[in-house]
């Protein structure tokens, strides 16, 4: 048998569905709230930008992995775990990731945040095998104080087809 690439995997990786569910919001409202400012100032459609993995300690000790956007070397968003680009870095033991672009910047305000957590928690008590019967934990509470004053944060958009520059082993 012969195993024929779609032009997707040639292309490289993308965001199987385009949507704010794949941008950690709460990055840029709690402790990357200070990068706002480089965004409004520095950001701008079509800027490339690389997504690039980080690993750390929490407080506990215990390690994690985030995946950020960088723009010009500044750490300007976060992919969520519903992300398909973060979902194939981590499958794939990807470190690095280039040939995405700004597709636009979001106006994300504080109380979008609150209407959206009560849409959860709406359809938690409508469904709740949809959320395991694990009522979600609202996000409006993991705002900092600034971006809570300033009532909103910025949300880079990317777009593209990434390219693995560097593959940990």
Known sequence: MQRFTSLEDQWGIREKNVG????????????????????????????????KRHI????????????????????VGQ??????????MRTNNIELLTGFFVSDVFYWSYQDTLDADKRKETEFFKNPAKF?????????????????????VFIVDIAGYGKANNISE
């Open 132 to 152: 395991k019967y694990k009522k979600p934990e609202p996000f409006a509470p993991k705002w900092c104080n600034d971006a809570r004053n300033q009532g909103y």
């Open 20 to 51: 704010l569910d794949n941008y950690n919001i709460g990055f840029n409202a709690g402790f990357n709230f200070k990068g706002n400012k480089a965004i409004a100032y520095n950001v701008r459609k079509n800027n490339p930008v690389v997504i």
């Open 79 to 88: 992919l969520s775990k519903s992300s398909s680009i973060a979902h194939r």
């Open 56 to 75: 750390g300690m929490d407080q506990f000790g215990r390690p994690f992995t985030t995946y950020n956007i960088i723009h010009n070397g500044s750490i």
